[in-house]
């Protein structure tokens, strides 16, 4: 693989990643404000990340794909924290600390 692919490969793994947590906090913002806009985004994102997925997938494999997908939870976190004031506790933090260790080992 050469460079320019990955890094292509791992530019999509970041799309996957943002578009999943933006689709799951789209899903949330419909089900509290009701706009249609809002879920047709969210079923938009959750349609299109499946193929995107699997062709990140053939470039960098699919542990390594579904190992950092991980990261989402993390993501989900923030982005409902900052958009919601959902509060993260210490244990949350912990957690996806610990999450995010294993993926930064994993990938090593």
């Given at each position: 693989m050469t460079v320019g692919t990955t890094l292509v490969a791992y530019a999509s793994l970041l799309l996957v990643?943002?578009?999943t947590a933006t689709a799951q906090i789209a899903?949330?913002?419909w089900h509290l404000s009701g706009r249609h806009g809002t879920l047709a985004l969210a079923i938009l994102l959750f349609v299109c990340i499946p193929p995107v997925t699997i062709l990140t997938a053939r470039e960098l494999g699919i542990g390594k794909v579904y190992v950092l997908m991980s990261l989402s939870y993390a993501l989900v976190a923030f982005m409902g924290w900052k958009r919601f004031g959902e509060p993260v506790s210490r244990r949350q933090v912990q957690g996806?600390?610990?999450i995010t260790l294993g993926c930064l080992i994993y990938t090593l």
């Open positions: 990643l943002s578009c899903f949330k913002a996806l600390a610990l």
